[in-house]
């Protein structure tokens, strides 16, 4: 078989490709979030950075969070500053224009959306999800006050997995922490400028949307879109935990008017799970993750972390650690890609005494909030004058 027909094989066939059997999870119709009224739209001066930053929060939480000279706590920490520089880097790429003429590619949706998704794949990415953007899911302004206007009609969502073994030999809250996240925001900058650009090259718009403060900070929200492609459901941590990477992933966003087929909303369970399970909430260092029932906020009926206490901590931890990784540590659903593991996902998804008999077995191994000191291989070097 040549390479060609194999192409067109995988590009015009049903059969699954995902390196996850994402094909075996049950889509619904709408999100298992239950919208309850109407979601305005957020304002980026109102997230938890942004207030930190305008001091809102006292003069000590705006000191620690702009960090030395003003660059930011990212460099608080040296792994953490070294990747965060680099990913400051690529957010400096200029967008370039869609090409004039557009390329002589299929112009079938379902061979297109297939093409994307392996293209993410080949980029890296251990997951791909692609939803519409709804209104909601755009910011109303940006951190200067000026309005935004998203005129994309796709969001191609790459998720990478942060690193199971430096999670597992973590505590959750020490000097690590940060630099878990930005070893995937770094390689997602990389892999969403590059679709991007590629996608501009075929003669359609496209913009990545990566984590960066500045000078490009996302216009859109991810958690909403993550709903919509199928990619996760909001636990009681108030993060979309994903069936497969449970709360330890980063995300990037491809926006683009690409002729795509949106994935549909998923259904594993998580509802059920969350509502009975409370170890996030008793393991939060900062007391911030509800142990109580839903609420409606903002339209939304979820369980409502505390942002302020969450933030706080989060930003001053300074003499245990730099930042803090515990919700995601400590969710059971972020244990490691084994087959035991990934028995217990796919029971635990389909039934709910399995999802009873795996919170009481994680509630009483215990095993996996302790940090694995054997594995560990960074120094801590707490930031001068913590």
């Not at 995601?328 to 087959?339: F, G, L």
């Amino acid at each position: 078989m040549s390479t060609g027909s194999r192409s067109k094989d995988i590009l015009s066939s049903d059969a699954p490709f995902d390196p996850y059997p994402t094909h075996r999870l049950k889509r619904v119709k709408e999100p298992t979030t239950r919208i309850a009224d109407t979601i305005e739209r957020i304002d980026q001066r109102d997230i938890a950075f942004a207030r930190a930053a305008r001091g809102d929060w006292g003069d000590r939480v705006r000191e620690v969070f702009l960090g030395p000279n003003g660059g930011g706590m990212e460099l608080n920490y040296p792994v953490c500053a070294a990747e965060y520089e680099m990913t400051l880097h690529v957010a400096t790429v200029d967008d370039d224009a869609p090409a004039p003429v557009k390329a002589p590619i299929p112009d079938d949706p379902r061979v297109l959306t297939r093409h994307i998704k392996r293209l993410a794949y080949f980029l890296k990415a251990d997951l791909v999800g692609i939803s519409e953007i709804p209104s909601y899911a755009v910011y109303s302004h940006d951190m200067e006050g000026d309005p935004i206007e998203v005129p994309h009609k796709y969001a191609i969502l790459m998720l990478i997995r942060k690193d199971s073994e430096t999670t597992a030999a973590s505590t959750g809250r020490d000097f690590i922490s940060d630099s878990l996240s930005f070893s995937a925001y770094q390689r997602l900058a990389l892999a969403s400028q590059t679709m991007a650009r590629y996608i501009r090259r075929l003669g359609y718009p496209a913009e990545a949307q990566h984590f960066s403060l500045y000078p490009k900070f996302y216009k859109i929200l991810i958690p909403p879109l993550l709903l919509l492609a199928g990619l996760g459901e909001v636990g009681r941590s108030g993060i979309v935990i994903n069936p497969y990477f449970g709360a330890s992933y980063k995300v990037a966003a491809v926006l683009t008017d690409l002729p795509l087929v949106p994935d549909q909303p998923i259904d594993f369970g998580l509802q059920d799970f969350c509502e009975h399970c409370r170890i996030c909430a008793e393991e939060c260092p900062s007391k911030a993750i509800s142990a109580g029932d839903k609420v409606v906020y903002n339209g939304y009926e979820v369980w409502k972390p505390d942002e302020e206490r969450c933030a706080r901590f989060f930003i001053t931890n300074r003499r245990s650690g730099s930042a803090c990784n515990m919700c995601v540590k400590v969710c059971p659903w972020t244990r490691p890609d084994s087959w035991n593991h990934n028995l217990v996902r796919w029971a635990a998804a389909r039934s709910r005494l399995a999802r009873r008999v795996a919170i009481w077995a994680d509630s009483v191994r215990q095993d996996h909030r302790r940090a694995h000191e054997g594995d560990k291989w960074w120094f801590d070097l707490p930031p001068e004058g913590a």
